[in-house]
């Protein structure tokens, strides 16, 4: 692992903001005679929110797994922190992966594990803590997340569908990371408990200078945290940008996808939101 | 740990002021330093806790993580707490947020259990003499449930899943044959080779050939044969059905108005009470064959000695003792396996150790069961 690399994190982060964190090229993913992704490219800047839409099937899952070295390509190149993952010897390797947290769709908790436990479970193989300390910071990163005190001892078969996303969100973000990995972050939880995991995730990005890479079906997720959205459709991304971009892209499946039966309904009531905005606004407290 | 870490260990220098002290942090401070960075966090109190004002400077800080925050803030609430003035100094805006993010709040102390050997001990036996006969308990309900369902199946037979019954005794009888005509055969020449050499010393090695009829037909072909499948059959029977259970794929079954004993467990049990005394048969030849091998080429009694000889000792109800009880085996199998795979909870652990609990259980009801049939077929003396 490079010093400058990791250092990055706090200053100057804001001065280059246009780093490039992951670097995906001319990747080819098949799997048998099923090609999945075609000749990708992908970049990722550092400190922002880059949302991967697409039809179910198109490959972001596996464009994840495969940013992650879950999946092998067939052919192309990954980069992530300017490293090739798979040209590292294994204790780079290491080390690369420390740097970055994922949370998996369906949260991927260890069952036999406590919450604690498992917010614990990467600082206890990684670092060389004190229990005592160790006990605090899980619980801050608890509070972090929203989950109360008591979700602690807890197991993952006793957590609602949205508190098994906070607490795996606690854990994504164990080693204070600088790039996490979201798979359907919002899928599965109701618009309240959507909102608020959005919120959360806008407000740790903020506050601990995340890189967020995350997949998403959500799009209100999109318009609220997103800084550039990445569609994949006839397996390559056929546009990256920020959203109002591919808003007005004329590509059929970008028109399907934001100007269909639902997408549409929800772009209007936001446009219409935004032009609200646009009106000299009135003092609020 | 790594190069990044060691070249800039988190680090606090004391500098005297003109008003109280300043305490300069310079470095990285971050999880990645680990050990270092929690000393430095506590040799800030450490050095500051003599003094009546501090100031703690950030200027030189290069990085600053949720951890790092988190002890700069604990050690400001340690020195306030000892009436140590503290005031921030050079801090950068987007340290500022996560400082504030991370103030320090007090987290109850987690429960300690509490210990005691002998109290433990005695409530652990206390609960697993109840746990095994309310398992018991159970066991005997499951055995209605399942004599019922199948009652119910066998007045309305279009609800037989022949299909499924077929798959499993595909899985279950046909693909165990060889290793069970394997492991037979092994101990079938394993027990000739002893009668031959332990029986020579009394000049009566041609009785070797009672002993492996009578020993393989009444006891080990259909002991090691159920043995083999509560290892093999009754592991994968609670597998399937404890992760069935863990995806709710028995919750869909039950509210879609279908009984998972009908569907799941029906096909898995009929399997194993058709396959077991067929396997029985096959490990039964298999291991008088062993023996006749043996018995051959070690003890230099020819096959058709062998034939006559073991037409001698054993007569039908010899075999008919083994093969009786492999139906039998195959329920207790069947049953203890399906049990235990629907009593699968939530986690993983769970899982594995409902699986080993199901072999366990099995293979020990399976040797109580020949035991309770040596008693019943003596004192009927069959």
């Known amino acids: ?285 | 740990m790594t190069a990044a870490a060691v070249a800039r260990p988190p680090k606090v220098a004391r500098q005297p002021s003109a008003e109280g002290v300043r305490l300069a942090l310079s470095g990285d401070w971050t999880l990645f330093a680990s050990q270092r960075l929690e000393e430095e966090g506590g040799r800030i109190v450490e050095e500051a806790r003599r003094d009546r004002r501090v100031a703690i400077d950030l200027a030189q800080l290069s990085q600053l993580d949720t951890a790092g925050a988190w002890l700069i803030n604990r050690a400001r609430h340690d020195l306030a707490r000892r009436d140590v003035a503290v005031t921030l100094e050079h801090v950068r805006p987007e340290y500022s947020t996560l400082l504030k993010e991370t103030h320090y709040r007090a987290f109850a102390a987690p429960s300690r259990p509490r210990f005691n050997v002998i109290f433990d001990m005695l409530a652990d036996f206390g609960e697993s003499i109840v746990d095994a006969l309310r398992e018991f308990y159970r066991g005997v309900g499951f055995l209605g449930e399942f004599v019922s369902s199948m009652a119910y199946v066998a007045a309305n037979p279009r609800r037989f899943r022949l299909t499924a019954l077929v798959a499993q005794i595909e899985m279950i009888g046909f693909r165990s044959v060889p290793i069970i005509v394997l492991i037979n055969v092994l101990v079938g020449g394993i027990v000739a080779q002893q009668g031959i050499f332990q029986l020579l010393r009394f000049g009566a090695s041609s009785y070797t050939v009672s002993l492996i009829g009578i020993l393989v037909l009444r006891e080990l072909g259909v002991l090691l044969t159920s043995i083999m499948i509560a290892g093999r059959s009754g592991s994968a029977i609670t597998a399937e059905l404890g992760s069935m259970k863990m995806r709710e794929e028995i919750d869909a079954l039950r509210v879609m108005g279908l009984s998972p004993l009908e569907v799941l467990i029906a096909p898995r049990v009929l399997g194993l009470l058709i396959s077991l005394p067929i396997l029985t048969f096959i490990a039964d030849i298999a291991a008088l064959f062993g023996g006749m091998i043996v018995s051959w080429w070690y003890g230099g009694i020819s096959p058709v000695a062998f034939a006559s000889l073991l037409k001698e000792a054993i007569a039908l109800h010899t075999f008919l003792v083994g093969i009786i009880k492999a139906p039998f085996m195959a329920l207790v199998i069947g049953l203890i396996a399906s049990m235990d795979g629907l009593a699968t909870q939530g986690s993983a652990e769970s899982l594995g150790r409902q699986v080993t609990s199901s072999v366990v259980k099995s293979i020990f009801m399976v040797i109580v069961m020949d035991g309770l049939f040596a008693i019943f077929f003596a004192s009927i003396d069959y």
């Open chain 1, 1 to 285: 692992m490079t010093g400058s690399s990791t250092n990055a994190n706090g200053a100057a982060q804001q001065r280059s903001s246009r780093d490039v964190i992951i670097s995906v090229r001319d990747l080819v993913i098949a799997f048998g005679d099923r090609t999945v992704v075609n000749g990708l490219d992908l970049d990722v800047y550092r400190g922002e929110v880059l949302g991967v839409v697409g039809g179910s099937g198109q490959g972001k899952s596996v464009l994840t797994r495969a940013i992650l070295g879950l999946v092998r390509p067939r052919s192309g190149a990954i980069r992530v922190f300017g490293q090739d993952r798979d040209a590292l010897e294994p204790r780079e390797r290491r080390a690369l992966e420390q740097r970055w947290g994922v949370l998996f769709q369906n949260g991927a908790l260890f069952s036999g594990l406590t919450v604690k436990q498992n917010i614990q479970m990467p600082m206890r193989e990684m670092r060389d803590l004190s229990e005592g300390l160790m006990d605090e910071l899980a619980m801050l990163k608890l509070e972090l997340v929203g989950l109360s005190a008591d979700a602690a001892d807890k197991f993952p078969s006793e957590l609602s569908g949205g508190m098994v996303k906070r607490a795996a969100l606690a854990r994504a973000l164990a080693l204070d990371p600088e790039l996490v990995f979201l798979d359907e972050p919002t899928s599965g939880l109701d618009p309240i408990s959507a909102a608020e995991f959005d919120e959360l995730i806008g407000t740790l990005q903020r506050t601990l200078g995340l890189t967020v890479f995350m997949v998403t079906h959500d799009l209100d997720s999109l318009y609220s945290i997103c800084d550039r959205v990445a569609a994949l459709a006839e397996h390559r991304v056929i546009a990256a940008g920020p959203l109002e971009t591919l808003l007005a892209s004329d590509h059929p499946w970008l028109k399907a996808y934001f100007h269909g039966v639902r997408g549409g309904r929800l772009t209007a009531a936001r446009v219409e939101q935004k032009d609200e905005e646009w009106k000299p606004a009135p003092t609020t407290p």
